[in-house]
């Protein structure tokens, strides 16, 4: 796993390289070293893998108690990855980024903690996400996807993306609660 980019906002995407053989292929996807080299002293606390379909839009998801940094790989498929900055004191605040990911590409985005984080699946995909805080039910929330102030170009051609009722109500970017500073382990408001 070697850094590829970085931007000063936080979010680097890693390449990892195949090493192919008779038998088929190895990739080292993660290297804690590496990683700490880029976003410091993070600890991976939860690993989760999800499914989904063509077509099925997923976020823009964070959690505001314990905020989780995420390494985020595409295990089949192909997705394009969105991620907006919702720390205040960030020079990035309010900025969306995105990301066409491959499975066959072997690539990791690193997505800071006081990001929010979502993706469309444009094939049938798995996606595995590394993440540096365990799951806080109550704490989980959402930002609506296609809120215009984000001016993110979610490549739909022409069709309605597959949503979960939860990303259907989601509030947008001025009801979002978003963090008080570059700091995400600080109180959020909004």
Do not use: C
């Not at 680097?12 to 080292?28: I, K």
């Not at 205040?88 to 984080?117: D, I, T």
């Amino acid at each position: 796993m070697k850094l590829r980019i970085a931007d000063p906002s936080g979010w680097a995407l890693f390449d990892s390289e195949a090493h192919h053989d008779e038998r088929g292929w190895l990739a080292e996807t993660l290297r804690i070293e590496a990683l700490h080299a880029h976003a410091g002293g993070v600890r991976i606390m939860q690993q989760n893998l999800s499914a989904s379909r063509r077509g099925v839009l997923r976020g823009l998801h964070y959690q505001v108690e314990a905020p989780q940094g995420k390494l985020v790989q595409v295990v089949q498929g192909r997705i394009f990855d969105a991620i907006v900055d919702l720390r205040r004191g960030s020079p990035s605040f309010g900025s969306s980024f995105v990301f066409e990911m491959r499975a066959e590409s072997l690539q990791s985005l690193w997505v800071p903690p006081g990001f929010a984080h979502g993706f469309l699946a444009l094939d049938d995909v798995v996606v595995l996400y590394a993440l540096t805080e365990p799951r806080i039910a109550h704490a989980e929330r959402v930002l609506r996807w296609d809120s215009p102030e984000l001016a993110i170009e979610w490549p739909l051609q022409g069709r309605a993306p597959l949503l979960s009722a939860r990303d259907r109500s989601a509030p947008g970017w001025r009801e979002a609660q978003a963090f008080d500073s570059a700091d995400p382990g600080r109180d959020v408001s909004r």
